[in-house]
């Protein structure tokens, strides 16, 4: 049996981080501190459950263009790459962007700090690594 491809583990890293994407705004936002929120207003409920799945169907597209585009695997990789590191540059550009907006990364109360820093940061963060070395080893050409 031959050894997994680099390009293969490329392929699950990336599946990993667009299942983060896909998956955990859905889980952390459908509450009471956020979507369900009772002192939100509609519309800003509108949005974020407009954004959350922009994230869900953003991953779904992306697994297709990693796992089943096959007439060019680099390019569904590339493809996938964009679905997956648009919204984590939007995370950033957000977190980046509070004071001007009056944004926090987390309400008073919530989840408590990791190592100093705020979980979405961490959470985002690795995600955008393990996205990027996945979407490097996806695109090497392997000796075979």
């Known amino acids: 049996m031959l050894p997994m491809s680099q390009q293969r583990w490329g392929q699950l890293l990336m599946s990993v981080a667009l299942l983060i994407l896909a998956l955990m ?13 009772p002192d939100w207003p509609g519309h800003a409920r509108f949005h974020l459950v407009w954004s959350i799945g922009v994230l869900f169907f953003n991953a779904v597209l992306g697994l297709y263009f990693i796992w089943f585009y ?5 390019f ?3 493809v996938a790459g964009i679905l997956g590191l648009g919204p984590l540059a939007a995370f950033f550009t957000s977190a980046a ?3 001007h907006y009056g944004g ?12 100093g820093l705020d979980p979405n940061l961490i959470g985002f963060a690795a995600t ?10 996806a695109l090497k050409r392997d000796p075979w």
Not at 70 to 74: G, H, L, P, Y
């Open 70 to 74: 096959r007439s060019d695997q680099r």
């Open 128 to 137: 955008a690594v393990v996205l990027c070395v996945g979407l490097r080893l």
């Open 25 to 37: 705004p859905s889980i952390f936002d459908f509450n009471l501190s956020h979507v369900l929120h």
């Open 97 to 99: 962007t509070m004071r």
């Open 76 to 78: 569904g990789a590339r």
């Open 104 to 115: 926090t990364l987390h309400d008073a109360g919530g989840v408590p700090r990791w190592i």
